[in-house]
């Protein structure tokens, strides 16, 4: 199991910021490294709430993952799950306001990558990758929260 964790803070408000984050149907608009969206099942964003996400890839590749809404607190928090190849990993989303200081008002964002390896071959890659996978879900998360702070 690794874990990697990124904060960011927003210069808006935690309502703004969460609307956009969960607005799934324009993700693609702001998000620079996603090429598509496909949104499953309708209704608001909550638990439940799935969606396939196209991503480009920076050898020029695209990779598609599908994720789902298991817990969802509006507009503090929410986790998500995905199914991976040979992993599963999770992801918390925090928003939390900032009410005190020159950033009162902004939103500090947190998101914690958790992941595990669900067959013999991911347990190995991991053993031998660990690092390596970390530091690109931490620049990609970093990538997205900056992405966020530029639309937010």
Do not use: K, N
């Not at 709430?49 to 695209?62: F, P, S, V």
């Not at 950033?103 to 990558?113: F, K, L, N, S």
């Amino acid at each position: 199991m690794s874990t990697v964790a990124v904060t960011r803070l927003i210069e808006a408000p935690v309502a703004a910021v969460w609307q956009v984050f969960t607005d799934l149907s324009r993700r693609r608009e702001w998000l620079s490294a996603v090429a598509a969206v496909e949104v499953l099942g309708t209704g608001p964003f909550g638990a439940g709430t799935a969606w396939r996400e196209t991503r480009r890839m920076a050898d020029g590749g695209e990779i598609t993952e599908e994720f789902r809404v298991l817990e969802c607190i509006i507009p503090e928090r929410f986790v998500v799950t995905s199914p991976g190849i040979g992993a599963d990993y999770r992801m918390t989303y925090s928003f939390m306001p900032v009410v005190a200081g020159r950033h009162r008002g902004g939103t500090m964002v947190t998101v914690v990558q958790d992941g595990g390896a669900t067959a013999p071959a991911g347990r190995f890659l991991a053993l031998i990758f660990g690092g390596l996978a970390a530091g690109t879900a931490e620049g990609a998360l970093r990538r997205d929260l900056d992405d966020l702070a530029a639309v937010a």
